[in-house]
């Protein structure tokens, strides 16, 4: 059932607060387009929270050293956040879709109890962060994920993001183990009572693991982009689309492999007797551009369709440096696409539209205006 999202909102005065800000934004994009990044975490965290968790992990070991919940304040928030708003003055981006930092979802640490306080005192910060800078922010949620534990754990969670903190997405881990894929794969019905309500809530997932216990896959430059290779693959392999038609998932970092692998990925569906991978997926299925070299964005934009690209740039996140051949940061992704020699419509899309799109922004803005 398809419910509204003005009525998950109803009594939640601090989103309320935020609908001003928010209708300020929308509005001015009409005359200057809004530059929306979809894939930002919060990787600047003041120390405490850093402290509680190390407290958390060891408490495991010895519970009668389980710690408090860390004591943070809006002035610790605010000064936590300020790397992140000046790359977005000088890069030029208007509104981040922020999450709390991947590598430290931790699913696979501790029990579903570990993780399911460590997933509220993350997603918290992210609300708060999001109410205090309404017109920089907004919320994507962590998952209380633990392996062997089924998905359907997570659906409290899942509507604390949608209905109190009015988040539009949230991250989903194709391996809370971290690293030992022992969980079933994404197409298994394992995961089916967590899309029915992603479903019901009309709100996309982002496929994104955490950090990785093989020391053979280094996190971000090996798991990352694997996990999302292989939730490609899975995709192709089932039938899942069929069961959730209108079902989003985003795969972040270009899609891992994808691109480069197109014409493999046809081929094997056309083996398996599939539809073309754009009737199969790509009305489901769509791709950021954290992708940090130019030839590799020009390969993601022949590829993948404008109308499936998202922008995005992974800031503040897997790498942080500057490039000595260019002079400028890695991550600053714009510049890549500025470079393409886009259309003015294909701009639009992959900056504005497409974001505004999959993860419902409009109806979120309206919401937020009217109750105003």
């Known amino acids: 059932m398809e419910l509204c999202r003005r009525d998950f909102f109803k009594g939640a005065a601090a989103i309320g607060a935020m609908s001003a800000s928010f209708g300020r934004a929308f509005a001015q994009s009409a005359e200057k387009m809004l530059v929306i990044d979809c894939h930002g975490h919060y990787t600047t965290e003041p120390k405490e929270l850093h402290e509680f968790r190390?407290?958390?992990i060891a408490a495991l070991k010895d519970p009668t050293q389980k710690p408090s919940a860390p004591t943070i304040t809006d002035e610790q928030l605010r000064e936590s956040?300020?790397?992140q708003l000046k790359f977005q003055r000088e890069r030029g981006t208007g509104l981040v879709l922020f999450s709390p930092r991947a590598s430290g979802m931790g699913h696979h640490i501790g029990t579903a109890e570990t993780s399911a306080e460590w997933t509220a005192i993350c997603n918290e910060l992210i609300y708060r962060i999001s109410t205090l800078f309404p017109d920089n922010f907004i919320g994507i949620g962590q998952l209380p994920q633990s392996p062997g534990v089924p998905p359907s754990n997570c659906i409290a969670e899942l509507e604390r993001c949608a209905k109190?903190?009015?988040?539009?997405?949230?991250?989903?881990?194709?391996?809370?183990?971290?690293?030992?894929?022992?969980?079933?794969p994404l197409f298994d019905r394992w995961w089916y009572p967590l899309y029915e309500k992603l479903v019901e809530l009309d709100m996309p997932a982002v496929v994104h693991v955490s950090a990785s216990v093989n020391p053979s896959m280094h996190f971000t430059g090996a798991y990352y982009l694997a996990a999302d290779t292989g939730a490609f693959m899975q995709f192709i392999t089932s039938d899942l689309f069929k069961d959730f038609p209108s079902l989003r998932m985003i795969i972040p970092h270009g899609g891992g492999a994808v691109p480069f692998h197109w014409g493999r990925f046809r081929g094997l569906a056309q083996d398996m007797k599939k539809p073309p991978l754009e009737e199969l997926l790509l009305k489901n299925v769509f791709f950021d551009t954290c992708v940090y070299h130019q030839p590799g964005m020009e390969l993601l934009?022949?590829?993948?369709?404008a109308d499936n690209i998202l922008f995005a740039?992974?800031?503040l996140g897997a790498v942080r440096g500057v490039d000595p051949r260019t002079g400028n940061y890695y991550d600053d992704t714009k510049r890549y696409i500025d470079a393409l020699g886009l259309s003015e419509g294909d701009r639009r899309k992959v900056f504005y539209d497409n974001a505004r799109r999959v993860f419902r922004l409009d109806r979120n803005a309206q919401f937020r205006q009217r109750q105003g």
Not at 301 to 305: E, R, T
Request: aromatic content about 12%; proline content about 14%.
């Open 81 to 83: 956040v300020q790397p």
């Open 313 to 315: 740039s992974e800031m």
């Open 301 to 305: 934009f022949k590829v993948i369709p």
């Open 54 to 56: 190390r407290a958390q």
């Open 164 to 184: 109190t903190y009015g988040f539009v997405a949230v991250n989903l881990n194709p391996d809370p183990t971290g690293g030992r894929w022992g969980d079933p």
